[in-house]
C-alpha cells in the first residue's frame, strides 16, 4: 500500500515537472519566434523591462502679494518662501500677482520674487469670480492688471483665472479666450487642484484664537493632503491621457506654503517627482486642448480632459472636501490641554 502510494506520488511529481517544462519550453519557443520574427528595432521593446515614467511638475503660487498680517508679515514671509526654495534648489517659479493687492510693501514682494528669477503673470486686478461678473468687466480687470503686471521683470503673459473659473456662459467663455488671444495672452491652466488656501485659512484662524499648533503635525498634514492630491490627478493623467502629463501644481502665496514649501518638495522626489520650470510644463500638448464643457466650476485641465472623456464623478478629490480638511485639523494639529481620547 505504502509503496503504491509513494510511486504515484513519484509519477505525479514527474509528470508536474514535465508538465512545467514543456510550458516554459513553449513560452521560449514562443519568444523566440517573436525575437526572429518581430521587426528588428524591437528587440529592445521586448526584452528591456518597462521604463519608469518621468514624472515631471511645475510649482505656482497665486494672489501673490497675499495678505500677510497673520503669522509673517509680507517681507518675513516672502523671504522665507525664497530660501525654503533655494534650499530645495526649486530654481524657478510662477507667481500669479492680482494688481490692486500691490501697495509699496506688495510691490517690494514681487520684485524680491521676480529678482530671484522666478515668473511674474497676472491674476487679474481684483480676483473677481467670473460667474459673477459681466464679460466687459472682467476684460477690464484683466486689461489693468496687464497695465501694472507687466512692468515687472520676468513678466509672462500667462493668465490664470480667479477660481479656475473660465466663465459659465458660452459669450463669456469665448469673449475672454478671444480677448487672451489677440494680446498674446495663454490659458495658465493648473492640473493639480487642491485646497492649500483651506488649510491656511484654518492655520490662521488657530493663531487668531490663540491656540497650541503642533507644527510637525500641521506639517504633516500639508505635506499629506497635497501629495493626496498630487497622486490622484497624475493617476487620472495615466487614465485619460495614457502618460504622466507635464504637471502644474497650484499653491497659494501664503504663510504654509513658506513654511512647508521645501517639505512638499522632498516629499515629491521621494515620490520620483522631478521639479521643473512652468516654462517647461506648458510645452505640454496639453496646452494646446481647448475643452468644449462649460465649467461653472472648474477643476484643472486635467479634470477637464477627463470630463471631456465621458467622466462624470470624482473630478475633484477627498482632500478638497472643507469637512475633511477641518475634521483633521482640528483632531491633528491642535494641541488640547484634555488628553486625547484613546483609539479602540
Ligand atoms: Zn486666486
Do not use: C
Amino acid at each position: 500500500m505504502a509503496r503504491l502510494f509513494i510511486t504515484s506520488f513519484i509519477l505525479l511529481g514527474l509528470l508536474g515537472l514535465l508538465s512545467n517544462h514543456l510550458t516554459a519550453a513553449s513560452r521560449d519557443a514562443s519568444l523566440m519566434t517573436e525575437t526572429i520574427t518581430g521587426p528588428t528595432d524591437n528587440t529592445a521593446t521586448i526584452s528591456a523591462p518597462t521604463k519608469r515614467q518621468n514624472k515631471t511638475i511645475a510649482l505656482t503660487f497665486d494672489d501673490a502679494p497675499r495678505s500677510a498680517v497673520g503669522y509673517f508679515d509680507g517681507p518675513t514671509r516672502a523671504q522665507k518662501l525664497l530660501t525654503a526654495l533655494q534650499q530645495a534648489q526649486v530654481n524657478q517659479v510662477a507667481f500669479f500677482a492680482v494688481s490692486k493687492r500691490i501697495d509699496d510693501e506688495g510691490h517690494q514682494r514681487l520684485m524680491t520674487y521676480a529678482k530671484a528669477g522666478h515668473l511674474i503673470a497676472n491674476h487679474t486686478h481684483s480676483h473677481p469670480d467670473f460667474n459673477q461678473t459681466s464679460l466687459e468687466q472682467y476684460q477690464n480687470d484683466f486689461n489693468q492688471a496687464d497695465k501694472r503686471l507687466s512692468q515687472y521683470p520676468n513678466f509672462r503673459r500667462w493668465f490664470r483665472y480667479p477660481f479656475l473659473r473660465e466663465g459659465d456662459t458660452l459669450e463669456k467663455r469665448d469673449g475672454m479666450r478671444k480677448a487672451l488671444a489677440q494680446t498674446g495672452y495663454v490659458n495658465a491652466y493648473i492640473t493639480v487642484n487642491n485646497y492649500d488656501w483651506y488649510l491656511e485659512s484654518l492655520f490662521q484662524q488657530a493663531i487668531k484664537a490663540q491656540q497650541k499648533i503642533d507644527f510637525d503635525a500641521l506639517r504633516d498634514l500639508y505635506v499629506n493632503t497635497m501629495m493626496q492630491a498630487v497622486r490622484y490627478y497624475d493617476q487620472m493623467s495615466l487614465q485619460h491621457t495614457e502618460r504622466s502629463v507635464a504637471h502644474v501644481l497650484l499653491l497659494h502665496e501664503m504663510d504654509i506654503s513658506a513654511l512647508f514649501i521645501d517639505d512638499l518638495v522632498s516629499q515629491l522626489r521621494k515620490e520620483g517627482w522631478t521639479i521643473i520650470s512652468p516654462i517647461q510644463a506648458y510645452q505640454d500638448p496639453i496646452a494646446q486642448q481647448v475643452t468644449n464643457n462649460l465649467f461653472k466650476f472648474n477643476p484643472g485641465r486635467i479634470g477637464e480632459i477627463a470630463k471631456d472623456n465621458g467622466q462624470r464623478k470624482g473630478l475633484w478629490h477627498t482632500s478638497l472636501e472643507e469637512d475633511y480638511l477641518k475634521q483633521r485639523f482640528e483632531r491633528e494639529v491642535i494641541i488640547t490641554d484634555a488628553p486625547r481620547p484613546t483609539a479602540n
